[in-house]
Structure formats: structure tokens, C-alpha cells
Nanobody, 114 residues
């Protein structure tokens, strides 16, 4: 089974940027559509972005459109989430997921605060 490991979270000021990375343990990574979710304290986990196996198509939650970009490098078994113009409401634990499966990473904390 594929295992996922996220990194790149941290504390950033409003308006700042972060890039999250998620490395998959298996070379068959290229086969899967991937997604990023987030969960803020006291809230349900929400879908942030998805990307197809080839990277040719992606979708975004309305709340992050124009600010976040999902991408992938299948040669490195890695999916990324570039987050720009961060807002305090983006504060959450961000999770990588093999889309439409129960395969999750451990999560990485993103805190946007001045």
C-alpha cells in the first residue's frame, strides 16, 4: 500500500507563501489522482485541491482559487501545494490523500498569523 509523507508546513504572516510537499512511497504513484485536504480546529476536513494522474487537470475549492496551485512530479513521486497570499482562515492541518481512497498522510500544520 502507498504511504504518504507531507512536509513544508509552518508559521507564516498573512500575505505570505508556503509550499507543501507530499512524497509517496511507491513508484506506482503516477497512476493515482491526488488531493490535498485541510482541517481547521473544530471544523470538518475539507477538500482543497485535486490533480489527475498525468497532472493535466486540477480542481480547487472556491476559497483557494487563484491563490493555491496543485502540481506533481511523477518522477519524484511527489505532489505539491503552492499556497500564496495566505490568510488567517487558511490555518489548518493539511493532509495529502490518494483521491477517492482512505490513504492519508500524517498531516502538516499551517498557521497564518501576524
Amino acid at each position: 500500500q502507498v504511504q504518504l509523507a507531507e512536509s513544508g508546513g509552518g508559521l507564516v504572516q498573512p500575505g505570505g507563501s508556503l509550499r507543501l510537499s507530499c512524497v509517496a512511497s511507491r513508484s506506482t504513484f503516477w497512476y493515482y489522482s491526488m488531493s490535498w485536504y485541510r482541517q481547521a480546529p473544530g471544523k470538518e476536513r475539507e477538500l482543497v485541491a485535486t490533480i489527475t494522474s498525468s497532472g493535466g487537470s486540477s480542481t480547487y475549492a472556491d476559497s483557494v482559487k487563484g491563490r493555491f496551485t496543485i502540481s506533481r512530479d511523477n518522477a519524484k513521486n511527489t505532489v505539491y501545494l503552492q499556497m500564496n497570499d495566505l490568510k488567517p482562515e487558511d490555518t489548518a492541518v493539511y493532509y495529502c490523500n490518494v483521491f477517492h481512497t482512505t490513504i492519508w498522510g500524517q498531516g502538516t500544520q499551517v498557521t497564518v498569523s501576524s
